[in-house]
């Protein structure tokens, strides 16, 4: 029985790693207990939020499509890393990535992988 309370104990208190990939840059893909799939830098910070639908890279870029779920709408947008300086962009809205493929266009041959059974824009 004490073993048993043990474990238990164990168990909630330690948080579980369902998932975890390398990614270029020092970045690690990760899932959580909830199945939602993140990403983190080397120091730890949460670079994309826990709401990644796809993600792809190449050598300068790490983008995920991710879902924001508000009181009032849920928008997909796409969110990249810049491998480079390590700064993250958000494009805010779908309209706004049709600007920053014109700005950046080896963006737009990066190969998506679908994490989650969505389709992303």
């Not at 199945?35 to 790490?62: A, D, F, L, Q, R």
């Not at 009032?72 to 990535?97: A, C, H, P, Y």
């Amino acid at each position: 029985m004490k073993l048993l309370r043990l474990i238990l104990l164990f168990a909630v208190l330690l948080p579980v790693q369902v998932l975890s990939m390398d990614l270029p840059g020092g970045h690690v893909l990760k899932q959580n207990d909830r199945g939602e799939y993140y990403v983190e830098n080397s120091g730890k910070i949460t670079m994309i939020e826990p709401s990644i639908i796809s993600i792809g890279y190449n050598k300068k870029w790490i983008l995920a499509c991710i879902r924001n779920i508000a009181i009032d709408s849920e928008e997909k947008r796409m969110v990249f890393i810049n491998l480079q300086n390590g700064g993250t962009t958000d494009t805010i809205n779908r309209d706004n990535w049709k600007r920053f493929e014109g700005i950046y266009p080896d963006l737009t041959g990066i190969t998506l992988k679908p994490l989650q059974d969505e389709t992303c824009p």
